[in-house]
T-cell receptor, first 115, second 111 residues
Framework: NAGVMQNPRHLVRRRGQEARLRCSPV?????VYWYRQLPEEGLKFMVY????????ESGMPKERFSAEFPKEGPSILRIQQVVRGDSAAYFC?????????????FGPGTRLLVL | QKEVEQNSGPLSVPEGAIASLNCTYS??????FFWYRQYSGKSPELIMS????GDKEDGRFTAQLNKASQYVSLLIRDSQPSDSATYLC???????????FGSGTRLSIRP
């Protein structure tokens, strides 16, 4: 996984609670991407962030979901008032530069289960 | 809506044979293409990237790209049981930095 760290690895929440997922990119990588994977489906892009900036959030639901990548610390994906349909694996990926041929390296993911 | 299409499988191949995985994409301007392998319950692992038309070989893996046909493929020679996994084709969006993934092809190598 090339050093991308995600925590927690598993998260259980009841409907209506908040879920907070953290991602620390590979050291030296300044670009972070969040993806969601539903069971038996491919990865769906959610949001792309650089330090202190959201570059592309076209894949993120307009309500209840937010993301940040502060100057210091990990990137956070926050889901407010979770519903059962939010149950999925959430993967973070990082890359060193924007554009060009850079590849994205994935973290181990956070499996969210909403009861 | 830019799309990446893969046959979901499962594709069953005998051990030692060649496994052939195919992918088509809709974004004609895409320049970067990737194959990821994902074991059940694990995160995607990059196995090949390809940027130019033609073949690119890395060990038992060969990626093939045909931009005119908007087609990418992955060949796995001398298939091993450990190759059994879901293979995700991914294409970098030409107008954004995001990567668009196909839904994956499940590959099963039978001993």
């Amino acid at each position: 996984n090339a050093g991308v760290m995600q925590n927690p690895r598993h998260l259980v929440r009841r409907r209506g609670q908040e879920a907070r997922l953290r991602c620390s990119p590979v050291k030296g990588h300044s670009h972070v991407y969040w993806y969601r994977q539903l069971p038996e489906e491919g990865l769906k892009f959610m949001v792309y962030l650089q330090k202190e900036n959201i570059i592309d959030e076209s894949g993120m639901p307009k309500e209840r979901f937010s993301a940040e990548f502060p100057k210091e610390g990990p990137s956070i994906l926050r889901i407010q008032q979770v519903v059962r349909g939010d149950s999925a694996a959430y993967f973070c990926a990082s890359s060193p530069v924007q554009g060009g041929k850079e590849t994205q390296y994935f973290g181990p993911g956070t499996r969210l289960l909403v009861l | 809506q830019k799309e990446v299409e893969q046959n979901s499988g499962p594709l069953s191949v005998p051990e030692g044979a060649i496994a052939s995985l195919n992918c088509t994409y809709s974004d004609r301007g895409s320049q970067s293409f990737f194959w990821y392998r994902q074991y059940s319950g694990k995160s995607p692992e990059l196995i090949m990237s390809i940027y130019s038309n033609g073949d690119k070989e890395d060990g038992r893996f060969t990626a093939q790209l045909n931009k005119a046909s908007q087609y990418v493929s992955l060949l796995i020679r001398d298939s091993q049981p450990s190759d059994s996994a879901t293979y995700l084709c991914a294409v970098k969006d030409s107008s954004a930095s995001k990567i668009i993934f196909g839904s994956g092809t499940r590959l099963s190598i039978r001993p």
